[in-house]
DNA sequence: CTGAAAGCGCTTACAG
DNA sequence: CTGAAAGCGCTTACAG
């Protein structure tokens, strides 16, 4: 009870019965101990007076379970990722668990140095979406169950993400259906990931499918922002058409909000001539005019999808299961850019 | 050893050695003991060979320290406080201390819950942006370091945030020097939050000063994000006025969010002959077009100061010392919004 | 230069 | 119905 820390045998002194009576109340394991009517009422009101707390660290230590779950992610200013992290945590929280979240900002050396902070502080389980596989070997030695989302990683983790071969062949069906046929694509340029190439591989097939046919194709720099590069492709690619296509496509939303600003530079409006549609989801995505319509990631249940696999681990401690691949549909948010024409 | 933990004994044994010495050795405390090289290297090798990582939570009953520090934000989803925590990740690490997040969503309740949750997990020390007071009175009775941002408390917590008359002042300044002169202002409705308050005598008395006049002023709902009513509030003001004002002044990134909705409704133009100017960056402001001029927060400089002062409270360890206000200053982001008339 | 022992605050068989 | 004791994995006086 010095300086301020309440401890538990201090509210077994002043209750006048033993410390594990205490402990047995407190956590009611009812189940051998059945304690008197008046014990318990002992305990609770010193537990109330001295307004006690347990140590969870002290019980981590007895148990070997923290009750914490963390969540490693690559961008912390990715609304994807921050709406993850609020779902997730209201989800845990109804099951006794406890968020902690940390960012990678896309740097593999701070993955690493991240999932070996979150082990260290002995985490129950972690969830974590990948830059790159730095640091993953930790947790797969360590025993600690592990759901990977976001971006799927060759090595055979439980992953929970979006199934973007359907990403692709949906927007190709929209396209067909709103009378869009000539079909620009713009997407980055980047061979590490997978998703990307799933993506236009579904619209490439979805396209034909549909009878609509790919126009033309530009890649922007991978990097995470809109930038000035990606912006110039762009420009000079329209530009240099004779004649635009019906509807262009972003494989991202950095792709979609790289089209956008590069539409607005020529002056041209997209939404009547000229479609626009996007994979992912966005913030100004609403706030743009005309408004733009893209398919995005259903989050809540990649969330929901994402602890319930890691829960499974959890509980059944074997990591003789097998790894779990969730593939979850995309949905329509359908808005101003892609009208029937 | 069992089940995959290594432990400091295991090292031990593995090096021939006693347990403290392991544990001096990785510590690295050389005051009073300097251990053979010999000794060291044995060690260390053990280490290496188990792969072994020290137990935070068993150093962290014995210390009472657990490094952690943790910040409970009012909305994961607002990018100040994303950025806020990207940046106090990266200066805390260099201090050996770990960010912890949480997220309220400006739910008093739950705030109150997760600021418990965080004391039990035992962190160092607490950074948080407040939904109401709710809860705060734990930490403060658990005499564990706080310090509040972005919202200041009637209660004298150490705070820092933005210098809003400052931010008040320099809008009207800008406005002035740009030769705007009737000006109109969107404001939150909102009795709570001092701080709108002081944005906005800020801003009266720079325009008093600079002989500019508020020629109107229309009151939004005080929810969070954009919606219909303010819209409603904005347009039909807009339509009422016989003449508008040279620029209008959104005291939050909100207010001017519905600004611009508004605008675009009626098919007028800002930035040409009528300004618009915010208190406070958004994500849209750039993205939109004619991107939007704001005086922003300087976030990097919060989540420094911040820290300091944590680190300050943490290291002199008596709450005598007495708390702090740290106002920062606003930045522009000059955009094209409200060009020189 | 190195070790033996106590203790951080809990939980949980084991006993009665 | 209740208690005494061991032990989770560390750190740190204390001793030598």
């Not at 609770?44 to 347990?54: I, M, Q």
């Not at 549909?210 to 690619?237: D, M, Y």
Request: aromatic letters at 4%; charged letters at 25%.
């Amino acid at each position: 009870m010095k300086n301020g820390k309440v401890t538990m045998s201090d509210v077994a002194k002043r209750a006048g019965v033993d410390i594990s009576t205490v402990s047995r109340v407190l956590n009611s394991s009812f189940e051998k101990h059945k304690y008197s009517d008046k014990t318990v009422a002992k305990v609770r009101k010193a537990v109330d007076k001295l307004g006690y707390h347990p140590s969870l660290v002290a019980r981590s230590l007895r148990t070997g379970k923290t009750m914490l779950l963390g969540m490693v992610m690559s961008d912390i200013g990715n609304p994807f990722f921050s709406e993850m992290a609020f779902h997730l945590d209201g989800i845990m929280g109804e099951y006794g668990y406890r968020l902690i979240v940390c960012n990678t900002n896309e740097d593999p050396e701070r993955q690493e140095e991240h999932i070996v902070g979150m082990l260290a502080h002995g985490v129950d389980g972690l969830i974590v979406s990948p830059s790159g596989k730095r640091g993953l070997d930790r947790i797969e030695n360590s025993d600690v169950p592990l759901v990977v989302i976001d971006r799927p990683l060759s090595n055979g983790f439980s992953f929970v993400g979006l199934d973007n071969v359907l990403a692709g062949k949906m927007v190709a069906q929209k396209l067909k259906a709103h009378n869009y046929r000539r079909i620009g694509v713009v997407m980055p340029d980047s061979k590490e990931d997978l998703t990307l190439q799933e993506r236009l591989d579904g619209l490439k097939t979805g396209l034909k499918d549909e009878g609509c046919i790919l126009s033309w194709k530009v890649c922007i720099p991978p990097t995470a922002v809109a930038g000035e590069e990606s912006h110039r492709a762009i420009v000079n690619k329209l530009k240099k058409e004779l004649d635009y296509p019906d509807a262009i496509v972003g494989i991202t939303n950095v792709c979609t909000l790289n089209i956008i600003s590069s539409l607005e530079e020529l002056d041209l409006v997209w939404g009547e001539s000229l479609g626009v549609v996007g994979i992912d989801d966005f913030t100004a995505a609403s706030i743009v005019r005309p408004s733009i319509t893209v398919v995005g990631q259903p989050i809540k249940r990649i969330a929901e999808e994402s602890f319930a696999l890691l829960l499974k681990q959890i509980k059944e401690d074997k990591k003789k299961l097998k790894k779990e691949t969730v593939l979850v549909e995309p949905v329509w948010h359908c808005r101003k850019s892609l009208p029937v024409r």
